[in-house]
T-cell receptor
Framework: GNSVTQMEGPVTLSEEAFLTINCTYTATGYPSLFWYVQYPGEGLQLLLKATKADDKGSNKGFEATYRKETTSFHLEKGSVQVSDSAVYFCALRRGYNTDKLIFGTGTRLQVFP | DAGVIQSPRHEVTEMGQEVTLRCKPISGHNSLFWYRQTMMRGLELLIYFNNNVPIDDSGMPEDRFSAKMPNASFSTLKIQPSEPRDSAVYFC??????????FGPGTRLLVL
């Protein structure tokens, strides 16, 4: 079946450190891949996405590359800020005949000054 | 646009009572989703509608839960009777076809 696996958190970093949050997926066909972010007390919001292999999504200094050969979509940021503290969700949407997203379990990031 | 609107934002009720959560999707979006989020189970898709028609309700936990979408601008999620294990944050999201899902701020439900 279709699934998304994320690294467990929390991930604890100091400000300006390098961030990687791992995400791997299992899917048939050619899914689209997403990273959503949830700040405390809020709903999820789209951070970035990639719709085909080798695409790189980027936003707010975050990047993720769609790697079909390793079925991965790892999230990276070169220098995190305290304001990046949030829960990050990796998700996939399989194919073109559905709007349903399959989410990972989320990874909490805590950034300290 | 005001984004996805959910009401109420917080709800505290007693076990056995009926709870109705409301959602107004973004105008022009034709898909609507109801999610539940808890610490134990994470984020779960309960049901989603396309053009007001339920497409996938496999995540609805049991018969106590029901959802309706009478028109393109309104949906409800009802729990009757409510139980303490239903305590969670319930999110509504909407999207245009094959586009980004936009989430509402959520309804925080506590069943005592």
């Amino acid at each position: 079946g279709n699934s998304v696996t994320q690294m467990e958190g929390p991930v604890t970093l100091s400000e300006e450190a390098f961030l990687t949050i791992n995400c791997t997926y299992t899917a048939t066909g050619y899914p689209s891949l997403f990273w959503y972010v949830q700040y405390p007390g809020e709903g999820l919001q789209l951070l970035l996405k990639a719709t085909k292999a080798d695409d790189k999504g980027s936003n707010k200094g975050f990047e993720a590359t769609y790697r079909k050969e390793t079925t991965s979509f790892h999230l990276e940021k070169g220098s995190v800020q305290v304001s990046d503290s949030a829960v990050y969700f990796c998700a996939l949407r399989r194919g073109y005949n559905t709007d349903k997203l399959i989410f990972g379990t989320g990874t909490r990031l805590q950034v300290f000054p | 646009d005001a984004g996805v609107i959910q009401s109420p934002r917080h709800e505290v009720t007693e076990m056995g009572q009926e709870v109705t959560l409301r959602c107004k999707p973004i105008s022009g979006h034709n898909s609507l989703f109801w999610y539940r989020q808890t610490m134990m189970r994470g984020l779960e898709l309960l049901i989603y509608f396309n053009n007001n028609v339920p497409i996938d309700d496999s995540g609805m936990p049991e018969d106590r839960f029901s959802a309706k979408m009478p028109n393109a601008s309104f949906s409800t999620l009802k729990i009757q009777p409510s139980e303490p294990r239903d305590s969670a944050v319930y999110f509504c999201a909407s999207s245009a076809k094959q586009e980004t899902q936009y989430f509402g701020p959520g309804t925080r439900l506590l069943v005592l």
